[in-house]
């Protein structure tokens, strides 16, 4: 690593960005002529100061997220271990499981629920594997929406990045939504059974909102300070729940045998006991796609490990690691919730036909006492995931509203508490009012969810097809999987593909008005807004990124901080070439790119930065390390 300092008639300064760019772009003869009549490129020494570690990440995250066209704004205090916290905390396999244990049982009952949970995983991980290579690649808080921008061609980069995005967004508040209402649900039926509570819809309307105050509160500390909540988080996520888990599994008078765990069926899809469910209207087969819901939906949002990547240090590193950490520890955790749970179940008739039955098991095993506390342990399970699915989805709309797709004003960044506070406001909101219409509707809880996992999953299916369809705008990372990557993607690819289809499935039997499964309308609704609104009005003037940047300038760079880190010196004699071979490996700059980022910066709309074109790639930001720390 290097700054590049001169002695000129005015003092000793060292080189910013723009004009280190400058003095680059002079030949290397210039430079061992006489002095230029420019004072900054009359050149002194070169310092080639070693700044400490912290100082050398700090460069290279920043320099990386210049070379993509952005400045640092979040505060980027973050390790390997809060991002994959984070991660792990918002997938929180006891929330998703919890919530829709009861379906789970009706949906295909144990065997479908134990078995289906290993193959869901099995693909959502090979999922989780090809977004980390993309995140490794592209290492920004928009996500799915500007990886699809990056890997897209050219003409088409801006369409495929406003698609994505909207859905992104969408699935993000449906899931915030889904996570926050099912803990209300939790609350006001948990209350309902110990104390004869009478939970009525405004009243478990004013919990959703006490709930989501609370989680927007926490949200304006700075991240410095909420990094300390992943450790809470951490810690009930899996310390908590291995303890319940013991605790249910000690406590339970009998258990069942693995028969009816792994081999039990049970088709409940009929509206009333006793009448015909889909396994005699259709097929068996058909009731166990339907039944995956429960895994699919318990294992999403890891596409946050991205979302935060501009707060998380070495991100090309850490983001990818933390999302595939955090997937592993959540397969391994929620197969030992569902087992553990299944196996605990006394009379099978009477959970299936509670209004919660985790709650009935926890009380079968442990008493009433017992079961409400660990009941509680899982409601702090849930909001800590609420907490940090609104971190995360408050960060891509700060990365949408940057990029011009929503409101600009949205992405303002709150000096005092250091964070996007206009996103996790609106976010909130967002969230807030997609749940009036769910309101005493289970069918409508669980169509809200299937938008929430749909959604995500073609945001994330977008850029993942893309890696197929144009490798050669896919310049891979640190973290790559070699010869697997493309079977992987195209793996990865057919499986959301199926989900998709799955989820639009009706899930109970017969159809009637109140039955009827409106996933499918509700997601139109979301792909009609996408479409449409591009093709009337947005295709006009969204370029799919902010305008500091270009996109064939982009490719074309190579991981500087890194490259700076890592790379030998060579010519060592040679000061000026010594700075040139950090930039090129022939010790001069690629003319022939930069002609094409001009002519491709005209063809967006980013003529005006005309011959500042070299001025995209970040040198050195040690000049503003030094003014951070006071030297």
Not at 344 to 372: E, Y
């Amino acid at each position: 690593m290097f700054n590049a300092s001169v002695n000129t008639p005015t003092g000793h300064h060292i080189l910013g960005p723009c004009r280190a760019l400058e003095f680059l772009n002079t030949s290397h003869s210039a430079l061992l002529q006489k002095p230029n009549n420019d004072p900054w490129l009359n050149l002194g020494h070169i310092n080639m100061s070693t700044p400490n570690r912290d100082s050398q990440l700090k460069i290279q995250d920043e320099g990386r997220l210049e070379e993509l066209g952005y400045k640092q704004q979040l505060d980027r205090s973050w390790g390997c271990l809060h991002n994959c916290g984070a991660c792990f905390s918002i997938i929180s396999v006891i929330t998703g499981i919890t919530t829709l244990f009861s379906y789970g049982l009706n949906t295909g009952g144990p065997a479908i629920m134990s078995v289906g949970w290993i193959i869901v995983c099995f693909f959502t991980l090979l999922v989780c594997a090809s977004m980390a290579e993309i995140l490794s690649a592209i290492p920004i808080s928009g996500g799915p929406y500007f990886w699809a921008y990056m890997l897209a061609p050219s003409q088409h980069a801006p369409f495929f990045a406003w698609i994505t995005g909207w859905f992104n967004l969408i699935g993000q508040i449906a899931a915030t939504t889904g996570i926050d209402f099912g803990l209300a649900n939790l609350i006001s039926t948990t209350a309902s059974v110990s104390n004869g509570y009478e939970a009525t819809a405004p009243r478990t309307l004013g919990i959703l909102a006490l709930i989501l105050v609370s989680q927007v509160a926490v949200n304006l500390l700075s991240m410095h300070k909420l990094r300390y909540m992943i450790y809470t988080s951490i810690i009930l996520n899996s310390f908590g729940v291995m303890c319940l888990l013991v605790a249910v599994l000690n406590g339970a008078p009998s258990h069942q045998s693995a028969g009816f765990v792994f081999g039990k069926f049970f088709d409940g899809t009929a509206e009333n006991d006793g009448a015909e469910g889909w396994s005699v209207r259709a097929s068996p087969a058909y009731v166990a796609v339907a039944g995956v819901l429960m895994s699919q939906y318990a294992f999403k949002g890891y596409d946050s490990s991205a979302h935060l990547c501009e707060e998380t240090r070495r991100a090309v590193h850490d983001a990818p690691r933390g999302l595939l950490a955090a997937g592993v520890a959540s397969i391994c955790l929620g197969f030992f919730v569902i087992v553990a749970l299944l196996f605990s179940i006394q009379d099978f008739d009477t959970v299936r036909k509670s209004p919660l039955p985790v709650l009935q098991i926890l009380t079968d095993a442990c008493g009433h006492r017992g079961g409400v506390v660990l009941m509680v342990l899982i409601m702090l399970c849930a909001w800590h995931c609420g907490l940090f699915n609104l971190t995360s989805n408050s960060r891509m709309m700060f990365a949408f509203a940057r990029d011009g797709a929503i409101p600009h004003s949205l992405h303002m960044i709150d000096h005092r508490f250091k964070s996007p506070v206009r996103t996790i406001i609106f976010a909130a909101t967002c969230s807030f009012l997609l749940a009036l219409p769910i309101l005493g509707s289970q069918v409508a809880f669980n169509g809200t969810t299937s938008i929430a996992t749909i959604s995500l999953y073609i945001s994330y299916g977008i850029p993942i097809a893309m890696t197929l369809l144009f490798p050669r705008n896919f310049k891979r990372g640190a973290f790559t999987l070699g010869r697997a990557s493309k079977p992987i993607a195209l793996v990865s690819s057919l499986w959301i593909s199926f989900i998709i289809i799955a989820f639009c499935l009706p899930t109970i039997t017969p159809l009637r008005k109140r039955t009827l499964n409106y996933t499918p309308i509700a997601v139109g609704i979301v792909g009609n807004f996408a479409f449409g609104s591009w093709f009337l009005w947005a295709r006009k003037w969204f370029t799919g990124r902010c305008r500091d940047h270009c996109r064939v300038c982009i490719r074309s760079l190579d991981f500087l901080g890194q490259e700076m880190v890592d790379r030998p010196h060579h010519n060592s004699h040679n000061p000026h070439r010594h700075v040139i071979d950090h930039f090129h490996p022939d010790g001069e700059w690629d003319h022939a790119a930069l002609q094409r980022c001009g002519r491709e910066s005209e063809r967006f709309g980013d003529s005006d930065r005309g011959s500042d074109q070299k001025s995209q790639i970040t040198m050195t930001r040690e000049f503003e390390l030094r003014q951070d720390q006071g030297v």
